[in-house]
């Protein structure tokens, strides 16, 4: 008898506990309802995740991955285009789409020609064919030479190109050109840049960057950021060398590393769980531009801190 009524007060209590919260979720409205139970509605269906913690205040929403897409986010590849669009990829299906001001296009097999230049997924691509549709009007080719045109000048004609880099605002480029003179083709650095003395081509392992500061070309090293006057900005770890994965800001103040989904600051400040970080300009002001996928929305988010 004494285990019979242990039993039912037990359930007793179980059930009062059930309607207590019950009462209490129900007195708020859903969207609090939702962050206090971890309960979402998305495309019917449910979800327990919640945001991560690089979600801010005023996010901006880029793209409903159940909508048209219907792509599973962990499948999804992405970048900024130059002309502030995205090119998305759904690695599930091989397929592409771009998406500009909320509208989608595509779906785009990676050899149609929209996509041109950007079909291997790498905005850093050094196949020059690759380089020629994304800088088309800048780069162009005259029968087996490179020609470069930029404010109303014309660079050239190259033998060949490596590192060729644009600044944001494409008013920039710096180049290795190969040049022919006398029975050899050799290198030679060129820019529209004034006032450079930094040896690009005499420096072991220099890279240029025209993606790290806003509307400057920079050279990174194994552990320096300097620009072409020479200035060291930074001194930096080997292992962030790479000009796709730094920003600097623009008073030369601050600087951020991108790893594995991780945006950490040169003042030990981070941002975990995003991922395409890139530089914008909005309204005359430069923001470094961050996105995370939102489980409660299904969708990709953008974040944007003053830089």
Same mark, same amino acid.
């Given at each position: 008898?004494?285990?019979? /009524?242990?039993?039912?007060?037990?359930?007793?209590? *179980?059930?009062? #506990?059930?309607?207590?919260?019950?009462?209490?979720?129900?007195?708020?409205?859903?969207?609090?309802?939702? #962050? /206090?139970?971890?309960?979402?509605?998305?495309?019917?269906?449910?979800?327990?995740?919640?945001?991560?913690?690089?979600?801010?205040?005023? =996010?901006?929403?880029?793209?409903?991955?159940?909508?048209?897409?219907?792509?599973?986010? &962990?499948?999804?590849?992405? /970048?900024?285009?130059?002309?502030?669009?995205?090119?998305?990829?759904?690695?599930?299906?091989?397929?592409?789409?771009? $998406? &500009?001001?909320? $509208?989608?296009?595509?779906?785009?097999?990676?050899?149609?020609?929209?996509?041109?230049?950007?079909?291997?997924?790498?905005?850093?691509? =050094?196949?020059?064919?690759?380089?020629?549709?994304?800088?088309?009007?800048? /780069?162009?080719? =005259?029968?087996?030479?490179?020609?470069?045109?930029?404010?109303?000048?014309?660079?050239?004609?190259?033998?060949?190109?490596?590192?060729?880099? $644009?600044?944001?605002?494409?008013?920039?480029?710096?180049?290795?050109?190969? *040049?022919?003179? &006398?029975?050899?083709?050799?290198?030679?650095?060129?820019?529209?840049?004034?006032? *450079?003395?930094?040896?690009?081509?005499?420096?072991?392992?220099?890279?240029?960057?025209?993606?790290?500061?806003?509307?400057?070309?920079?050279?990174?090293?194994?552990?320096?950021?300097?620009?072409?006057?020479?200035?060291?900005?930074?001194?930096?770890?080997?292992?962030?060398s790479n000009c796709d994965n730094l920003f600097i800001?623009?008073?030369?103040t601050k600087f951020a590393y991108y790893d594995f989904?991780?945006?950490?600051?040169?003042?030990?400040?981070?941002?975990?769980?995003?991922?395409?970080?890139?530089?914008?300009?909005?309204?005359?002001?430069?923001?470094?531009?961050?996105?995370?996928? =939102?489980?409660?929305?299904?969708?990709?988010?953008?974040?944007?801190?003053?830089?």
């Amino acid at each position: 008898m004494k285990k019979l /009524l242990l039993f039912l007060l037990l359930i007793y209590l *179980v059930f009062t #506990n059930l309607a207590d919260a019950q009462g209490l979720t129900s007195k708020v409205p859903g969207s609090m309802k939702d #962050n /206090l139970t971890g309960t979402n509605i998305s495309n019917n269906s449910y979800t327990r995740e919640q945001e991560p913690s690089c979600a801010c205040e005023n =996010s901006e929403f880029i793209v409903d991955l159940g909508g048209k897409l219907k792509i599973d986010y &962990k499948e999804i590849g992405i /970048l900024t285009m130059d002309d502030g669009s995205f090119l998305l990829k759904d690695g599930a299906s091989d397929k592409f789409y771009i $998406v &500009k001001g909320g $509208v989608i296009q595509g779906p785009y097999d990676k050899y149609d020609q929209k996509i041109a230049g950007f079909e291997n997924f790498d905005l850093d691509s =050094s196949d020059q064919n690759d380089m020629l549709a994304r800088y088309k009007g800048i /780069l162009s080719k =005259s029968g087996e030479k490179y020609l470069i045109t930029m404010g109303g000048k014309t660079y050239g004609p190259y033998d060949d190109i490596v590192d060729f880099t $644009v600044s944001r605002s494409r008013d920039k480029f710096a180049v290795v050109a190969y *040049v022919q003179e &006398k029975e050899f083709s050799v290198p030679k650095f060129v820019t529209n840049i004034p006032n *450079v003395t930094f040896d690009v081509l005499n420096t072991l392992g220099a890279m240029m960057c025209g993606s790290i500061k806003y509307d400057e070309i920079l050279v990174v090293t194994e552990d320096k950021i300097i620009n072409l006057q020479g200035k060291t900005l930074f001194t930096i770890n080997p292992e962030m060398s790479n000009c796709d994965n730094l920003f600097i800001n623009t008073s030369n103040t601050k600087f951020a590393y991108y790893d594995f989904g991780t945006l950490t600051f040169s003042d030990n400040n981070s941002l975990p769980g995003m991922f395409n970080p890139h530089l914008v300009k909005v309204g005359g002001k430069v923001y470094l531009a961050y996105m995370y996928y =939102s489980p409660k929305r299904n969708a990709i988010m953008q974040c944007k801190i003053p830089f």
